[in-house]
């Protein structure tokens, strides 16, 4: 038997494939959507009856039915008792797309290019970079294989089960995350040597989105941003988006030169400093005490901000965490990015700002056009964590992990790049600045340790005259795998150096 031309057309447009994550009937209904929104079913079209669709399409008579309930029920078709199913017409729905003339091979794909102008972004170009190798080395990333699964698929779900959560949401901003705010305050009290009120924090999903609020409160066409000479990336990104004119200082052994800043710079030609609160990123090294009060005092002096991230304040291995400058800010020159969480899966991290009343009030009117609602089930989790002491724990439990790890990886380095290389034993924070001397070629030695299934992101290569350095992270690195690692990054070694030698 011949079928008739909407059979044809259906059988030539509709494709799909058995999938765990979406049904059968979903993906012939949303693509017979597709075909009527283009106009390749007319309204009016009488579309077979289910026990021939079925046929058409080998599947179940019952698929067929829920294909037809789907669609009638988002009103693309009109089921008529004893007469058939007919095709309505796409411009009485609001999401209807006219059809225009074109091939049938057009309508699985998607236009490749917009069809208008628009401004693109060279800041913003990503720096991700993918591999299929065994190994891969980071910036100092957590390893996600120590987080307890399931217990935060327990707190998740309590956090879900709140009779409470759903007049929060219902609420104000400000009055949903009331108490969360308290909460924060209070650990933030407690850990790091503040004395701030709820009033002084806002949160976000990440640093990131903490820093563009903060460059976008502080920073004008042109304004000057000082950062490290070796800097993060990704906060040089987010500056020069903004439209900064970002200029780097010395960093030595005490973190960046806070003189080099008083001799080459005058009263408000500074918008804001940027440092990091711990660990300069990425050499590791921190600010000492004495530049810590100098910084300060300059602000003040000349009138600019300083950015304080602490982006690893989790992971302190020997003695105590230092203070941030934050919590001997008298004059309020000090605007302090943190994260909460780290020892948690990234989904259920959080960053925050610390910062005077009127410039969170101000972060918090950009935050209302950027993530209004933000995640309340995150935040009431976050919160009974908090309260019950369990964030504490999860750290301490990590960091005596990480210690470990941090060890391993410094007696591998002492054994196979004691005479080509030198690093310090880190404090801190999950990556070791590894400097190479005599230099070598970073390109060339990440290129064969690939060839070896090691992957070594361009991120983590720093080279110009006077630096040849990877910011080696070890944190999601097991013992074994680091072993693995450094006995491959010395053989790679070994063959680019014999050919620069060569």
């Known amino acids: 038997m011949i079928n008739s031309p909407v059979e044809e057309m259906l059988q030539s447009l509709i494709f799909f494939e058995k999938s765990p994550n979406t049904p059968i009937y979903i993906q012939i209904a949303q693509q017979m959507i597709n075909a009527i929104q283009r106009g390749y079913l007319p309204e009016g079209a009488a579309l077979p009856g289910t026990r021939k669709f079925g046929e058409l399409f080998s599947i179940n008579r019952n698929t067929a039915?829920?294909?037809?309930?789907?669609?009638?029920?988002?009103?693309?078709?009109?089921i008529v008792a004893n007469k058939g199913t007919f095709v309505l017409k796409p411009e009485r729905k609001t999401a209807a797309l006219r059809g225009v003339s074109q091939g049938l091979e057009h309508l699985t794909a998607y236009p490749l290019t917009a069809g208008f102008s628009f401004q693109s972004s060279f800041n913003l170009a990503s720096t991700d970079e993918s591999s299929t190798c065994t190994y891969v080395i980071n910036d100092g990333q957590a390893d996600l294989r120590l987080h307890p699964t399931h217990s935060f698929s327990r707190w998740y779900s309590a956090s879900m089960k709140r009779s409470r959560l759903v007049s929060k949401w219902n609420q104000p901003q400000?009055?949903?995350?009331?108490v969360f705010s308290?909460?924060?305050r209070n650990y933030l009290n407690a850990t790091r040597g503040f004395h701030i009120q709820p009033n002084n924090i806002v949160s976000t999903r990440s640093t990131e989105m903490s820093l563009y609020i903060v460059s976008q409160l502080l920073i004008e066409k042109d304004a000057v941003v000082l950062?490290?000479?070796?800097?993060?990336?990704?906060?040089?990104?987010?500056?020069?988006?903004?439209?900064?004119?970002?200029?780097?200082?010395?960093v030595d052994a005490q973190g960046i030169d806070v003189d080099f800043i008083e001799k080459n710079f005058t009263k408000n030609r500074i918008r804001c400093v940027y440092v990091c609160a711990h660990r300069q990123y990425p050499t590791t090294v921190s600010l000492s005490a004495e530049r810590r009060l100098k910084l300060l005092q300059l602000a003040k002096a000349y009138g600019f901000a300083i950015i304080e991230d602490d982006f690893d304040y989790?992971?302190?291995?020997?003695?105590?965490?230092?203070?941030?400058?934050?919590?001997?800010?008298?004059?309020?020159?000090?605007?302090?990015l943190g994260r909460l969480g780290q020892s948690f899966f990234p989904s259920f991290q959080i960053g925050f700002v610390v910062a005077p009343e009127n410039i969170i009030k101000e972060a918090k009117n950009y935050l209302q056009l950027l993530d209004r609602q933000g995640d309340l089930i995150q935040k009431q989790m976050l919160q009974e964590l908090i309260s019950e002491g369990e964030i504490h724990r999860l750290i301490k439990k990590n960091i005596t992990v990480y210690k470990q790890r941090r060890d391993c990886l410094c007696a591998a380095l002492d054994m196979h790049f004691k005479e080509v290389?030198?690093?310090?034993?880190?404090?801190g924070g999950l990556a070791v600045w590894l400097q190479f001397s005599p230099t070598i070629s970073l390109i060339k030695l990440a290129e064969k340790a690939k060839e070896k299934d090691l992957f070594l992101p361009k991120t983590i290569l720093y080279q110009n005259r006077e630096v040849c350095a990877i910011r080696l992270g070890f944190g999601h690195l097991n013992e074994d795998e680091i072993e693995a690692v450094i006995t491959i990054l010395k053989e790679s070694y070994r063959e680019v150096s014999s050919y620069t030698s060569a």
Request: zero cysteines.
């Open 174 to 178: 400000e009055q949903s995350y009331a």
């Open 65 to 78: 039915v829920a294909v037809y309930e789907e669609l009638a029920s988002q009103g693309w078709v009109d």
């Open 314 to 336: 989790d992971f302190q291995f020997d003695g105590s965490a230092m203070l941030p400058m934050a919590s001997s800010d008298g004059e309020g020159v000090v605007i302090y």
């Open 227 to 250: 950062v490290g000479d070796l800097s993060s990336y990704k906060s040089n990104m987010i500056f020069q988006q903004a439209g900064a004119n970002i200029i780097p200082i010395p």
């Open 421 to 427: 290389a030198t690093w310090q034993v880190p404090v």
């Open 182 to 184: 308290k909460e924060l």
